[in-house]
Nanobody, 123 residues
Framework: QVHLVESGGGLVQPGGSLTLSCHAS????????MGWHRQVQGRQRELVAR???????YYADSVKGRFTISVDNAKNTSYLQMNGVKPEDTAVYSC?????????????????WGQGTQVTVSS
């Protein structure tokens, strides 16, 4: 079993900064990708940023140049550094990860999600 727990959400003023953290724990053999999504009530969930174990990074156009995803492999933790935040960044941010666990000698990869953390950008 694998668990993801986010932290770091809260209220921030426009133009300010915030760092979200996502810690993965459990019977982890290998983390292949870690990503951050956000959702506003009534709207579709949006992929914000993703990092793969091969070093590939993805950012949504709306956050390029402002947000940075990083992963500390030793701590099984991903971070989303949010700079220059805007009111339209207000959403529930959730992390997800593609994690491989060992079932005997067989590597099994599944997707896991955290519960989400609220980010509100307002003056």
């Amino acid at each position: 079993q694998v668990h993801l727990v986010e932290s770091g959400g809260g209220l921030v003023q426009p133009g300010g900064s915030l760092t979200l953290s996502c810690h993965a724990s459990g019977s982890i053999f290998k983390i292949k990708t870690m990503g951050w999504h956000r959702q506003v009530q009534g709207r579709q969930r949006e992929l914000v940023a993703r990092s793969t174990s091969r070093g590939t990074l993805y950012y949504a156009d709306s956050v390029k140049g402002r947000f940075t995803i990083s992963v500390d492999n030793a701590k099984n933790t991903s971070y989303l550094q949010m700079n220059g935040v805007k009111p339209e960044d207000t959403a529930v941010y959730s992390c997800n990860a593609d994690v491989a666990v060992l079932n005997g000698v067989v590597e099994v990869t599944s997707e896991y999600w955290g519960q989400g953390t609220q980010v509100t950008v307002s003056s």
